[in-house]
């Protein structure tokens, strides 16, 4: 679904992405991991058009996207979150989710004056699905919240719950478990497989927790120092002598700390 080839992006002398390379398969939940540094936040926001490359091309089905905008890239289904979550926080929770879908009947002067049974009707549709989509993510009992109130958990399904708010093809979900507890990242993994399974979303997840990416995804792409080093299931990525290297520099002894 994804190709991205020979991608570089240079802030000054510094190579944040250097030469990568890899795919993502159409219906996968695919994993990229790394030490912090790695390029793979970057390798992210060259991908969903936040920043240029310096060279390379990404396509998407076939098509060049590389340098795309982001809006542009949304309405082909190319959506991403943010390592911290992104919300209007004095909106509701629902209301939040109300906004997501671009090209609504009350953003023109015109229908705001004239086509106000045309808003209501859409406005009541809209909160029809937000609150399909909050109850789909058991956050349902949140809808009338301030989204500002929510803990960091809850913003992170909320953020999930605008990606589904339109017709999401593929997701980039950035540290989608930074400062989560434990059962809410159960839930948010418990939606991500099912939004993957039953209508099939795409996903590619950067995570440092590596129970949540065994869990959820295969493959495993690992990055260091701007490039692609190793690609895998969870187990042949924990058993890698340079993967563990990259992380830790100490050899396999410490196998089983890679993620930590």
């Not at 692609?228 to 520099?249: F, H």
Request: proline share 2%.
């Amino acid at each position: 679904m994804i190709r991205v080839a020979s991608l570089h992006k240079q802030f000054g002398g510094f190579h944040a992405v250097d030469g990568a390379s890899l795919e993502i398969s159409k219906g996968s939940i695919t994993g990229l991991i790394g030490p912090n540094g790695a390029g793979k936040t970057t390798l992210f926001n060259v991908i969903a058009g936040v920043l240029k490359p310096t060279s390379g091309t990404v396509t998407m089905e076939g098509e060049d996207i590389t340098g795309l905008p982001p809006h542009t890239l949304f309405h082909k289904g190319l959506l991403r979150t943010f390592q911290i979550a992104h919300e209007f926080h004095s909106m509701s929770v629902r209301e939040n989710l109300m906004m997501v879908p671009g090209g609504q009947s009350g953003e023109t002067l015109w229908n705001a004056w004239f086509g106000r049974g045309r808003i209501a009707e859409e406005e009541r549709r809209l909160a029809a699905k937000a609150d399909e989509v909050l109850e789909f993510l058991t956050i349902d009992h949140l809808a009338d919240e301030k989204a500002g109130n929510l803990s960091g958990g809850q913003k992170k399904l909320l953020e999930l719950g605008r990606t589904m708010m339109v017709d999401a093809r593929i997701v980039f979900l950035d540290e989608v478990g930074a400062g989560v507890n434990r059962t809410l990242l159960n839930t948010i993994a418990d939606a991500i497989l099912r939004l993957n399974r039953e209508r099939g979303y795409t996903f590619v997840v950067i995570e440092h927790d590596m129970d949540f990416i065994g869990r959820l995804c295969d493959p495993v792409i690992v990055m260091a120092e701007g490039k692609v080093l190793a690609e895998g299931t969870i187990g042949e990525i924990k058993a890698n002598e340079q993967v563990i290297e990259a992380y830790l520099g100490t050899g396999l002894k410490n196998r089983d700390k890679v993620g930590a």
